[in-house]
């Protein structure tokens, strides 16, 4: 049964996925382009990191982290190799949207890779069927042809 908490991102258990995570950014665009979040940015305040368990073993992580708008920017959301195909992603996906409206922010939003990034598809795949939309970049990002932004409303005034 997968559990999903929050987690240190500096526990051990957890590392290697979020390790895991910049290597997949740094292979998959430009330096410039890619946005992953180390530990040290996951230990932010504003941050909240969780983490998918099987037992006692980390399967995949995810965070949000609050924006001065009343939205949450969803990051780091990442998936073991070995456990893909379990439906994961989905799971911290529907869980990261829960935490992020019980604390009231009103939108969750991210930056991933645009369809340059081949290695994204998948994830935008997700997202869409997760009825995130597609919108115009938001705090602290730019306008880029290796990112694509979207966004997903947290309660009915948005």
Known sequence: MIEVRRADPACPKV??????????GALATDASSDHTFGVEALCNSEVRFFAAFDGDRALGCGAYKALSNGTAEVKSVYVAQTARGRGVARILMDHLA?????????ALVLETGSALCPEYDAARTL???LRYSYC????????DPMSVFM????????
């Open 15 to 24: 590392r290697p996925l979020i390790e895991g995570n910049q290597s997949h």
């Open 98 to 106: 829960n935490q992020a409206r019980r604390e009231g922010f009103s």
């Open 127 to 129: 997202y869409e069927n």
């Open 136 to 143: 115009p970049p938001f705090e602290g990002y730019e306008a």
């Open 151 to 158: 966004r997903l409303p947290l309660t009915d005034q948005t």
